[in-house]
């Protein structure tokens, strides 16, 4: 069974800059797509940005869009799957999460938490 772990989270202000990390045990992960996902206070666990199993193909949610960056690193035994935010907008505000794609109901991590103050 694959383990995720999500790290990086923390308080920024509006426009700055977060790196979110995900590392995943079991050898299979790497053979799988990746994506990280966000949920808000009172709402539904959303999606956020896909990566390839080689990273060759990404895209992202609209909300997004040009401010995120998703990649990944295959190369050790731990997967790690990275998240960059910039311009961070209060509406970024959520506790982040990285599965498969699509995701393994199984295998949803504690997720890290972002908060950005106005």
């Known amino acids: 069974q694959v383990q995720l772990v999500e790290s990086g989270g923390g308080l920024v202000q509006a426009g700055g800059s977060l790196r979110l990390s995900c590392a995943a045990s079991?050898?299979?992960?790497?053979?799988?797509?990746t994506g990280w996902f966000r949920q808000a206070p009172g709402k539904e666990r959303e999606f956020v940005a896909h990566i390839s199993w080689n990273g060759g193909i990404t895209y992202y949610a609209d909300s997004v869009k040009g401010r995120f960056t998703i990649s990944r690193d295959n190369a050790k035994n731990t997967v790690t799957v990275y998240l960059q935010m910039n311009s961070l907008k209060p509406e970024d505000t959520a506790v982040y999460y990285c599965?498969?794609?699509?995701?393994?109901?199984?295998?949803w991590g504690q997720g890290t938490q972002v908060t950005v103050s106005s």
């Open positions: 079991g050898r299979t992960f790497r053979d799988y797509a």
């Open positions: 599965n498969r794609r699509p995701p393994d109901p199984s295998s």
